[in-house]
């Protein structure tokens, strides 16, 4: 089960971190990936990280801005988001698969999403 939080409302350029919280005791054996889906716009994938946190992955409208990072000891993975734009508003989602993957179709697992909401 995967259980995100620390969404909210944060101006144009602000920062923000989200994290997701698994339970179990195999979430160092899975990649964990940050989905977002704004309002009429389908899932897309923002960033993802392997097992060991040793290799990211990050969609390019958010390269440079964002970064992904996990805590194996502690089941989270987190989402730092830096320099936040209005085309930065969604719901984001955590997600957990064996591998790291792109296609929202393809996760094992999915976490309930919170809302990031940037305003101009």
């Known amino acids: 089960q995967l259980q995100a939080s620390g969404g909210g409302v944060v101006q144009a350029g602000g920062s923000l971190r989200i994290s997701c919280v698994a339970s179990?005791?195999?979430?160092?054996?899975?990649?964990m990936h940050w989905f977002r889906q704004a309002p009429g716009n389908e899932r897309e994938f923002v960033a993802a990280i392997n097992w060991s946190g040793g290799s990211t992955n990050y969609a390019e409208p958010v390269k440079g801005r964002f970064t992904i990072s996990r805590d194996n000891a502690k089941n989270t993975v987190y989402l730092q988001m830096n320099s936040l734009k209005p085309e930065d508003t969604a719901v984001y989602y955590c997600a957990a698969d064996p591998l790291v993957r792109k296609s929202p179709y393809e996760m094992n697992f999915w976490g309930k999403g919170t809302l990031v909401t940037v305003s101009s």
């Open positions: 179990g005791r195999t979430f160092s054996s899975f990649a």
